[in-house]
């Protein structure tokens, strides 16, 4: 009994050490669960941590990108253009030539001597100035035309204005890596060696620009872009162009000057087998002389060098000869833009001067006059040793505006004298002179009281500081 007592009492005891065993197994076992289940939340929240650090490393144009693209997927399909290098230059041009322009603009406005960069200037700078005139400048009715003329898919590319009428979309085409430099600096040095109203300089790992020739014929003959229309609006002359009226409460109402052209004797045969009912003596303007030397070249040009650039054209020995001059009779391969703008220079000009409200009535014309439209000159000059300043207007009688007329109004718009004398810089006209430094003032009177663009006013500062007088 004694020995049945002690083998119960033992297997007693070896049960509570079994017990106790499975406890303590049990608290390991839990112990590791709770472990793994911390390490995999801690893993969890670092997945999540990373994702919002790399979403938020982002860049914000990437996010607009995303943002714009998405916008775009739900309007509906917008059509791909690709632009080619001769296009993206020629865009490239256009958006530079705007800016250009609008410096100038500011400068005479200001009556300023210089423009308002300051030289030496970063191309970047330049570019970033020109990236935000390029949705207006995609509409200009001359870079389309000549887009069209280089071959472009004008379809697409009008279907891409409509989706965007805003110009946005074909903004997005002004790429330096699609131009025939390749990287922003390197276009801006091709553009100064081939038009050359720019000069540029190499400064260790940028481009900088030292000067702009305002006086350069391809500055001087650029006109602005017109505001980008309410509604999209397509190639001129086609179509798809807009017919929505002005909106009311548009733009000022000003003097309209129509630049015609006579053909000299020499390319009369050009405008005589491709114009319709031609007589010696018709005038044309630039738009119908371009047209009539494409439809020259197309019909009387047969031989077509082989491997053409769509942005070169085969011309004849007539035209080489009367366009680019005796000199050059033998070139056959000329680049279109160069031949368009010698070809203009080399006709006659005319030009007729409308009156806002006027319309064109070709069996009563209005006054044709002969040459290039002349420009009002407003002329600032010391007096009495540099203390006092005064203004001369002149050369205004080509606007149809009288002397008497315009010393009146001045006079009371600027509460000072103003008289009618004579000029011997312009002996077969009068002037008004008024009384101080009013330069800017009266181009902006010119426009806004006698309906006269700032484009045809000529502001000189003839002081003896050269700067606009207090």
């Known amino acids: 009994e004694q020995d049945g007592g002690g083998d119960g009492e033992r297997l007693a005891e070896g049960e509570q050490e079994r017990e106790g065993e499975d406890a303590a197994l049990y608290d390991l076992s839990l112990d590791n669960d709770i472990s793994s289940c911390i390490q995999t939340t801690a893993s969890s929240a670092g997945h999540e941590a990373a994702a919002r650090e790399k979403e938020s490393s982002k860049s914000k144009k990437q996010r607009q990108r995303e943002e714009r693209e998405e916008a775009e997927a739900e309007a509906g399909s917008v059509p791909e253009v690709t632009l080619s290098l001769e296009q993206t230059d020629e865009f490239m041009l256009f958006c530079l030539l705007e800016i250009i322009s ?10 300023q001597k210089f423009l308002s960069w300051s030289f030496p200037l970063d191309v970047s700078v330049v570019f970033g100035e020109m990236k935000k005139v390029a949705p207006r400048v995609s509409f200009h009715p001359q870079l389309l035309m000549a887009w069209k003329d280089m071959g472009a898919e004008m379809n697409k590319i009008v279907g891409r204005q409509d989706a965007a009428p805003e110009g946005r979309l ?37 481009v900088v620009i030292t000067s702009v020739d305002t006086n350069h014929a391809e500055v001087r003959g650029y006109r602005p872009a017109p505001p980008i229309p309410a509604g999209s609006r397509g190639l001129p002359g086609s179509s798809q162009q807009s017919t929505r009226a002005p909106a009311a409460g548009g733009p000022l109402s000003l003097l309209r000057i129509l630049q015609l052209y006579k053909p000299p004797k020499g390319l009369e045969p050009v405008f005589a087998a491709c114009a319709k009912d031609y007589r010696k003596g018709t005038l044309f303007d630039a738009a119908q002389s371009r047209e009539i030397l494409q439809k020259y070249l197309k019909e009387k040009v047969k031989k077509q060098e082989s491997g053409l650039s769509p942005s070169a054209v085969s011309v004849d020995e007539l035209v080489a000869s009367e366009v680019l001059g005796k000199a050059q009779a033998h070139v056959r391969v000329v680049e279109k833009r160069d031949l ?45 040793g540099g203390k ?11 606007f149809n505006l009288e002397a008497e007329k315009m010393c009146e109004v001045l006079s009371k718009k600027f509460a000072s004298s103003a008289t009618v004398t004579e000029h011997q810089e312009w002996p ?21 009281l006698f309906k006269v663009p700032t484009a045809f006013v000529d502001l000189q500062d003839k002081t003896r500081s050269g700067k606009k007088p207090k």
């Open 340 to 384: 368009f703008v010698k070809f203009i220079q080399k006709l006659c000009p005319s030009y007729i001067i409308l009156k806002p409200d006027e319309q064109l009535k070709p069996h009563n014309p209005p006054p044709i006059r002969k040459g290039n439209p002349p420009k009002i000159v407003v002329r600032v000059e010391d007096r009495q």
């Open 428 to 448: 077969q006209s009068q002037v008004v002179k008024l009384a101080g430094a009013v330069g800017p003032q009266s181009v902006l009177a010119l426009r806004d």
């Open 102 to 111: 609008e410096k100038e603009a500011e400068r005479q406005k200001a009556g």
């Open 388 to 398: 006092k300043h005064t203004t001369t207007i002149a050369n205004f009688e080509h």
């Open 170 to 206: 074909m903004a997005s085409c002004l790429d330096p890596k699609r131009s025939s430099g390749k990287k922003t600096g390197k276009w801006f040095e091709l553009a100064a060696k081939k038009w050359g109203f720019l000069q540029v300089k190499s400064l260790k790992n940028t």
